[in-house]
């Protein structure tokens, strides 16, 4: 059995979240109760590319100093081009802070700013990714 092969939500194992390079875990309890939202609404499966990042793998990947993924707060999912519209609105609907389309790469950032006040949030104000 793979390290962090547990499954934590009917559609997800903490596996999919890991840091690819160091193989850490964060995540916060509001993006994987609304990525699960998400996926029932699909029905059908989601593709985590990017979930918790440590600062190493987020520098070396391009993302912004306070990206929401160096908190659990963020997951980039794999979408194909032709339904991307459909499950921004459905993530909108299920409630995330961020929904932001990357179009031509055929992904889109989800965040959630959690119980925190926008004006308190470490990624607040800055860029996804």
Same mark, same amino acid.
């Given at each position: 059995?793979?390290?962090? $092969?547990?499954? &934590?939500?009917?559609? %997800?194992?903490?596996?999919? %979240?890991?840091?690819?390079?160091? %193989?850490?875990?964060?995540?916060?309890? $509001?993006?994987?109760?609304?990525?699960?939202?998400?996926?029932?609404?699909?029905?059908?499966? &989601?593709?985590?590319?990017?979930?918790?990042?440590?600062?190493?793998?987020?520098?070396?990947?391009?993302?912004?100093?306070?990206?929401?993924?160096?908190?659990?707060?963020?997951? $980039? &999912?794999?979408?194909?081009?032709? &339904?991307? $519209?459909?499950?921004?609105?459905?993530?909108?609907?299920?409630?995330?802070?961020?929904?932001?389309?990357?179009?031509?790469? +055929?992904?889109?950032?989800?965040?959630?700013?959690?119980?925190? +006040?926008?004006?308190? +949030?470490?990624?607040? +104000?800055?860029?996804?990714?």
């Amino acid at each position: 059995m793979r390290p962090n $092969d547990i499954k &934590i939500a009917p559609h %997800f194992k903490l596996w999919e %979240f890991e840091c690819p390079c160091c %193989f850490r875990v964060r995540l916060h309890p $509001d993006l994987l109760e609304k990525l699960e939202k998400l996926r029932q609404e699909m029905k059908i499966p &989601i593709v985590i590319t990017s979930g918790y990042r440590c600062e190493k793998h987020n520098r070396e990947v391009g993302g912004v100093a306070k990206s929401l993924h160096l908190f659990g707060q963020a997951a $980039d &999912i794999a979408i194909p081009a032709r &339904i991307m $519209d459909q499950v921004c609105w459905l993530a909108k609907t299920a409630g995330f802070d961020q929904v932001i389309p990357y179009h031509s790469r +055929n992904f889109i950032h989800l965040g959630v700013f959690g119980k925190q +006040n926008k004006e308190t +949030n470490p990624a607040q +104000n800055t860029q996804a990714a």
